[in-house]
């Protein structure tokens, strides 16, 4: 498509209409020029035939007997192929040759020619020596003529004539039958004109469409060659254009992130170092306390039966498991903070990382009844650190399934915006109470102390998701409802 002020002329229009303008005129301008110069064609024709014609007769003339049959038949032919009268009469006016019935009344008009001639009042076209051309009109037989008289030699005289309504008529019939295959020739190629500026016009358009789609830096379409012409060599660079660009974004986006946390990465370093060592501490203090407490216990031998022996063991072995998640959770959250875990930004489907992360839950959600409710839409592509974005996620959806509650229904929703995507995970169960929701994504911070060691929790799972977060310049937060709490992030899609 072209633009053209407000308005958008279509390629394939614009070319349609050029190639019949310049056809309409071609075939107008060959009409009019057919018309006015067919018939002084078609004369000019006539006057050089008819020298011709002369030019035989005067040979025939002086090597045959003018009475001849000989004579007689060789200009017969030619008289008659070429729709000549031939007359030729001594100095007495007798006729001495004749392709006609009657040359009485054509040796007359050849009188009245010459005087009319030597008046200067016939249309002389031509004179010499030997003849003179002229046209005249026949009153007798109404019509017009070519005239050529002249001497064969001293005692014999010759005219030859042609009548010029054929050539009108033929002229005439002409630019009739010029019109009529003109009207079709132009009909015909509009048609052709259609059907090949459509087929040359769809690849551009292929090519305009992904060109506008590399300039949002949207790289799925790709153009498929079709042959060797100038249109494919340039959607083969477009192509190539399109992979490099990816590549360099790509590229230019890991490097952008890398900047940005070294800028932050001095001035956070040691504020993070101190709370990290704080709140590590603490969180450590009550598994360490109960491991040593039930330690104690078992040396001492306060306990003797079996079954309580195996208790104090279990609860070493569960405190034990819960220090090395936590130590787990802390360092991942300490390299994501430090940037010693560089981030990898690359395009992904978002959907498909969502719809996995679902599966691997399915056999918990199944248990407690939970009902997962995904809108699986194809095509969600984004620009982000695939396996950070998978932590976040698996963050959010395990929060929601531990503190699912009433309905039992978890929602995940996708919403589009001006080059991002927002992502939310809603859970039903109670809102989260406002004084919390400022704090959330501290460390180690737990709105419900109990039911976070009930099943683990360690008050860490929202700040790695603030880090990652954080990391990857995105935003993220939580919304409270009347039947649920809803926990969201947003990617760039490009």
């Known amino acids: 498509m072209r633009k053209n002020g407000n308005k958008t002329i279509s390629l394939s229009l614009e070319l349609t209409l050029l190639f019949i303008g310049l056809t309409f005129f071609t075939f107008f301008l060959c009409w009019v020029l057919n018309c006015a110069l067919s018939g002084k064609f078609y004369t000019y024709s006539k006057e050089k035939k008819i020298k011709e014609v002369y030019e035989e007769l005067n040979q025939e003339f002086n090597s045959n007997d003018i009475g001849s049959e000989k004579f007689a038949l060789r200009m017969s032919y030619l008289c008659n192929v070429n729709n ?3 007359v030729i009469s001594d100095s007495d006016s007798n006729t001495r040759f004749s392709t006609m019935w009657d040359a009485a009344p054509v040796i007359e008009q050849l009188r009245e020619i010459i005087l009319t001639a030597r008046d200067k009042s016939a249309d002389i076209i031509e004179e010499s020596d030997s003849y003179t051309i002229c046209t005249v009109r026949d009153c007798c037989m109404k019509g017009d003529y070519i005239v050529m008289w002249g001497n064969l030699d001293e005692d014999n005289f010759f005219m030859i004539r042609t009548p010029l309504e054929s050539v009108r008529e033929y002229a005439k019939l002409s630019n009739t039958f010029l019109l009529y295959v003109g009207i079709f020739s132009v009909v015909l190629s509009c048609l052709i004109v259609c059907v090949v500026s459509v087929k040359v016009s769809k690849p551009i358009k292929e090519l305009s469409e992904i060109a506008r789609e590399v300039s949002e830096l949207k790289f799925e379409k790709i153009f498929n060659s079709r042959g060797a012409c100038e249109i494919t060599m340039l959607g083969r660079d477009i192509n190539a254009m399109s992979e490099k660009l990816k590549s360099t974004i790509s590229d230019l986006k890991s490097v952008n992130l890398e900047l940005q946390k070294d800028v932050e990465a001095r001035d956070q370093a040691d504020k993070r170092r101190a709370e990290f060592i704080s709140d590590i501490s603490h969180e450590l203090k009550t598994p360490i306390a109960l491991i040593q407490g039930y330690a104690e216990g078992l040396k001492e031998g306060i306990i ?8 104090y063991c279990d609860v070493i072995v569960d405190e034990t498991q819960k220090m090395n ?3 787990k959770r802390l360092i991942l959250l300490n390299q994501v903070e430090s940037g010693a875990d560089a981030m990898t930004m690359v395009r992904f489907d978002l959907n498909a990382l969502i719809s996995n992360c679902i599966h691997s839950y399915a056999l918990l959600t199944d248990e407690q009844g939970i009902k997962v409710l995904f809108d699986n839409t194809p ?3 984004v620009w982000a650190d695939e396996y950070r974005t998978e932590e976040v996620f698996r963050n959010y959806f395990s929060n929601a399934v531990h503190y699912c509650k009433g309905e039992k229904e978890i929602r995940i ?6 080059g991002h995507i927002k992502i939310g995970v809603f859970n039903t169960g109670d809102p989260i109470p406002e004084e919390h929701m400022g704090k959330l994504w501290d460390k180690f911070y737990k709105v419900d102390k109990s039911r976070s060691r009930e099943y683990g929790g360690s008050g860490l799972g929202l700040s790695i998701v603030k880090a990652i977060m954080d990391s ?3 935003r993220y937060g939580a ?4 039947d649920g709490v809803e926990f969201w992030f947003e990617l760039e899609t490009k």
């Open 84 to 86: 000549m009268d031939l």
């Open 304 to 311: 003797e039966d079996k079954e309580n022996r195996d208790y």
């Open 325 to 327: 998640h936590l130590v």
């Open 379 to 381: 095509g969600l592509f």
């Open 413 to 418: 929703r996708s919403e589009l915006t001006e």
């Open 472 to 474: 990857m310049n995105g």
């Open 479 to 482: 919304i409270n409802y009347d």
